[in-house]
């Protein structure tokens, strides 16, 4: 069974299946729960070379290390530590809310500068309505491509 990540978020009706799911404003993308593949961060090395040497910028919810990207497309992935969550099921809920706002912002602005990004939501994050989440991430992500 597939369920709409929106309604999930927003916490409408939140065990909706896909199938079933008549609202028009969901599109096909509503139904994604990770990054697409080539814009995930997985190569640990790459991912230490970000947390030692990169760049950080901050907003209430979320910190984010970045460094330029050799690929030529951003790439990104969310860190929870326990300190932020005590339980898996709180640092996964970040995790998914932070990337289902990066992957709208990079569905949305798909001209953003190639950047290797760490991602580090704070405890607020999970308290937040989406659409500011998604407001903030696109805000912190066009300061990165400036």
Do not use: Y
Not at 44 to 55: C, E, H, T, Y
Not at 79 to 99: D, P, W
């Amino acid at each position: 069974m597939v369920f709409c990540l929106e309604c999930v978020l927003l916490e409408d009706e939140p065990l909706l299946n896909a199938a079933e799911h008549g609202d028009e404003q969901c599109s096909p993308f509503n139904f994604f729960m990770a990054i697409p593949a080539a814009h995930r961060l997985k190569n640990p090395r790459i991912l230490s070379v970000v947390l030692q040497k990169g760049k950080s910028l901050r907003c209430p919810f979320f910190a984010i290390r970045f460094l330029p990207s050799l690929s030529g497309i951003p790439q990104a992935t969310v860190v929870v530590s326990k300190k932020t969550e005590k339980t898996a099921v709180g640092r996964n809920i970040l995790k998914r809310r932070c990337r289902e706002a990066f992957f709208r912002v990079l569905k949305n602005t798909p001209l953003l500068h190639p950047s290797v990004a760490v991602i580090f939501p704070f405890e607020s994050t999970k308290d937040v309505p989406f659409e500011l989440l998604e407001e903030k991430m696109d805000e912190i992500l066009r300061k990165i491509s400036a």
